[in-house]
C-alpha cells in the first residue's frame, strides 16, 4: 500500500459526520490509511467467496458476506 | 447516511489492489457503504477519545486507538 486510493478531504468529511468540529491532517491521513486497509481485507474476502461460487467478478452479495466476517474477527 | 462521502471509483481500486479483476457496480457502492459506515464509527470513538483528553481536535493517536478498539469488537 503505497499511495492510499482514498482521498483525506473525504476522510475529513467522513469526521465532520461523526460530529468532530477539527481533525488534524495526520488524523485523516491515518484514518484513510485505516479505512482503505480494512476495505482491502474485505475486498480480498470477498474475491474468495467470488471464485468459491465460481465467479470472476465480485458482486454486492460478496461483500456482505465478507464484511460480516471481517468484522467478526 | 444519505449521500456516500467515499467515491466508487476508489472503491473498484480498492478491489483492484485486492486482486479482483472485475468488481459489480453495486458491490463498489456496498463497499463505499461499509467502508464509510467504519470509517465513520471509528471517527466517533478518537471523537470520544479527543475530548477525553481536553481537545477537540482528532489526532491521529485518537484515530489509532479507536481503531483498536472497533476492530477488536
Chains 1, 2 share one sequence.
Not at 460530529?19 to 480480498?44: C, F, P, Q
Not at 456482505?64 to 471481517?70: D, G, N, P, Q, Y
Request: glycine share 8%; charged share 35%.
Amino acid at each position: 500500500m503505497t499511495e492510499s486510493e482514498i482521498g483525506v478531504a473525504a476522510m475529513h468529511r467522513l469526521c465532520k459526520k461523526a460530529g468532530a468540529e477539527r481533525v488534524s491532517e495526520a488524523a485523516a491521513k491515518e484514518l484513510g490509511k485505516v479505512v482503505e486497509g480494512i476495505g482491502v481485507k474485505i475486498a480480498k474476502d470477498a474475491l474468495e467467496y467470488a471464485v468459491h461460487s465460481g465467479r470472476k467478478t465480485i458482486k454486492a452479495k460478496d461483500i456482505e458476506i465478507a464484511t460480516r466476517k471481517v468484522m467478526e474477527k
